[in-house]
């Protein structure tokens, strides 16, 4: 049995910080951090393969993303599609973005809390450096990554510059990760709890908390879709794709695929 998960997974960027701690020039030198320019940031999207990294990472259990819920859920905008794998369009991009010959990024992940998360960083890297962005990758156990990627005070970016993160939708609809991923950071009202990289678009926030605060179902279906479009317009983050969950049974017995990716006895069944 499958499911298609409500857990997208993605790529935060450090939007805060001018000096980036692990965004280099080539050679190691100093460089303005130019994952702030939203060129910059469209370009490695464009310069990742996701239907590779579906087809060879996942071994064709995923479902590629193009924003924070697949199709059928709650808060999910019909206008938004996975970006098209274009290197070519991608270095047009760097060179517009006055960084022709690239720069130098880390990737850091985690290695055992998503499915492939390590092999993802590496194919990601991979991409990144054919269109000129060297990339490295650190990855380490979860319980190392968490605490590292997620430092930081109300002023202060977390640790890393370009994280690999996975976020499960645990209320069915877009205002959860719109509210924790892509609302700006703000400890004492609850918002950005998860917001790795600092990204703020005052025009993001006005409108999902206009959702959060808006009962009626309609309404807040299309608040939740325009939040998500200016946001990944924006490039707030970069979605890869969806997990698809798989469960097996013995003869004689079935199992009610769950989006949550949970396994409870209740949804166990006899054929």
């Known amino acids: 049995m499958q499911s298609i998960s409500n857990r997208v997974i993605y790529l935060h960027l450090d939007h805060f910080r001018d000096d980036s701690p692990f965004v280099k020039a080539h050679g190691g030198g100093a460089l303005k951090n130019p994952l702030r320019d939203v060129r910059v940031r469209k370009a490695i999207s464009m310069a990742i393969n996701r239907d590779a990294i579906v087809e060879r990472v996942m071994e064709g259990v995923a479902i590629k993303a193009g924003q924070l819920l697949p199709d059928g859920f709650f808060g999910v905008s019909p206008n938004l599609k996975p970006l098209d794998y274009d290197p070519a369009g991608a270095k047009k991009l760097l060179a517009e973005a006055g960084v022709p010959d690239g720069f130098q990024l880390t990737i850091h992940g985690p290695n055992d809390r998503y499915i492939n998360d390590a092999k993802i960083c590496e194919a990601i890297a991979q991409m990144l450096t054919r269109v000129g962005i060297k990339t490295e990758v650190v990855t380490m ?89 200016i946001a990944i317009g924006d490039v707030g983050i970069i979605p890869l794709h969806y997990q698809v969950s798989t469960w097996a049974s013995r003869k004689g017995f079935n199992f009610k695929a769950r989006t949550d990716e949970s396994t409870v006895i209740s949804g166990v069944y006899s054929e």
Not at 146 to 167: I, Q
Not at 201 to 225: H, S
């Open 141 to 229: 156990p979860k319980a190392v990554y968490f605490k590292r990627a997620s430092r930081g005070g109300p002023n202060k970016s977390p640790e890393f510059s370009f994280v690999l993160v996975g976020w499960g939708a645990g209320t069915g609809e877009a205002s959860s990760p719109l509210k924790s991923l892509l609302h700006t950071h703000d400890k004492s009202q609850g918002y950005g709890a998860s917001n790795r990289g600092r990204y703020s678009n005052p025009e993001v926030d006005k409108i999902v908390e206009a959702a959060l605060a808006t009962v009626d179902d309609a309404k807040r279906q299309d608040l939740l879709a325009k939040a998500t479009e």
